[in-house]
């Protein structure tokens, strides 16, 4: 099996070179790259695992950016040459698997992407300081695909579409939601109807808070 990379980055030289780096994998093949995420889905190509720039040139949310890849199906590896905790916990609460530094060795970097396809939590000193810094983010410890489910069924897709858009039953998508709410459950943060999932949601970074109507 071919794992398939995207790769967004506003920087040519880090696209260029991460393309000859994961090139060197048998396994991996970058199909290709853009400088913002919009771009990369717009070229409407296969892809299993994107790593994700933290913070590009056009301003773009972190948190938003992971969520608009995972709504694509596409699993999220965030690369950074800063530290940013902020961002970090932004694009972790929107379902992204890791945090890498730019100056990761490659094979750590091929390493993770192959976790990556397999909803993986990619391990990392830059990711566990980010997150120990905000000990309520996620606390329930949803799974990746938890968090994909949550964010669409709370946003107000029915369990028949959420199962359409992530490509899986209807029943699987049931026995998700079954589990959600018993991890909220267990976090003391009880969700037995839809409101209250959408408050959690909302919560853990999985969907953005709605904005306040201007007077």
Known sequence: MTVRVGIVDDHESVVLGLGVALGQHAAVEVVGSANTVDGLLALGRPIDVAVLDLRLGDGSDPGENVRALRAA??????????????AIRRAAGAGAVGVLQKAAPVETLTTAVLAATNDETVPSATWAAAIDGDPDLNSAALSPR?????????????????????????????????????????????APTKVDLYRRAVEDGFLPAPRRRER
Not at 162 to 189: C, F, N, P, Q
């Open 146 to 190: 938890e968090a994909e489910v949550l964010a669409l069924y709370a946003a107000g897709e029915k369990t028949v579409r959420v199962a359409h858009t992530l490509g899986i039953s209807e029943h699987t998508v049931i026995e998700h939601l079954r589990s959600i709410r018993a991890k909220y459950a267990r976090d003391g943060r009880e």
């Open 73 to 86: 199906g596409i699993k999220v590896l965030v690369f950074t040459a800063g530290d940013d905790p902020h």
